[in-house]
């Protein structure tokens, strides 16, 4: 189950990015988190309004699958897009365009050309006195290898890779997946 959108049952949720209650019977973004207590999914609420800011990818993903009405669904794309715009990815891995061109392929060795798709993997870096981890960063297509290793990996670089557009995530798919 990903994230989704339902009417509040009760009045007692607080919004996630705003601390302030969700009345009962408004629209609410549920965002899907990891639950280790008990089966099944857990979520966290936003109110739509704040999730466009704080969690513009998850909300896009759940309003596409919301068959329901949406008072001000014109409003929230918009917001959307604007914060999409403006989002960084954070959580390893995900795939982005390299704002530089400064990175260099794991796998080929190649630079990685500024605005090149790259999947950034988490790595060990070994400094000589420790190993520290760090982003690893790698050509879509070179990327297949992890994808052996982590059957996982396109699985979590989609739900990672929140500064990039539908598109782009499908050309990165395609590599990973590709013969
Ligand atoms: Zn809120
Ligand atoms: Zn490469």
């Not at 990685?112 to 999947?119: H, M, P, Q, S, W």
């Not at 070994?126 to 290898?145: M, N």
């Not at 782009?168 to 798919?173: M, Q, T």
Request: aromatic share 4%; hydrophobic share 35%; with cysteine.
């Amino acid at each position: 189950m990903p994230h989704t959108i339902e009417e509040a049952k009760s009045g007692r949720a607080a919004c996630r990015t705003c601390k302030e209650k969700i009345e009962k019977g408004v629209l609410r973004f549920g965002e899907e988190v990891p639950n280790q207590f008990a089966e099944g999914p857990s979520y966290q609420w936003h109110h739509l309004a704040c999730a466009a800011k704080k969690k513009p990818a998850q909300l896009e993903q759940a309003l596409g699958a919301f068959a329901g009405d949406v008072p001000d669904r014109a409003a929230l794309e918009q917001a959307i897009a604007e914060h999409k715009g403006k989002a960084r990815a954070t959580t390893l891995p995900y795939a982005e365009k390299a704002p530089t061109g400064h990175s260099r392929c794991m796998v080929c060795e190649e630079p990685i050309a500024k605005g090149e798709l790259r999947v950034a993997v988490e790595r060990e870096v070994d400094t000589g006195s420790f190993v520290s981890r760090g982003a690893g960063y790698l050509h879509p297509a070179c990327a297949k290898e992890h994808a052996e290793a982590d059957p996982d990996l396109l699985e979590k670089v989609r739900q990672n890779s929140v500064s990039l557009a539908p598109a782009d995530l499908e050309a990165v798919a395609a590599a990973l997946d590709g013969e």
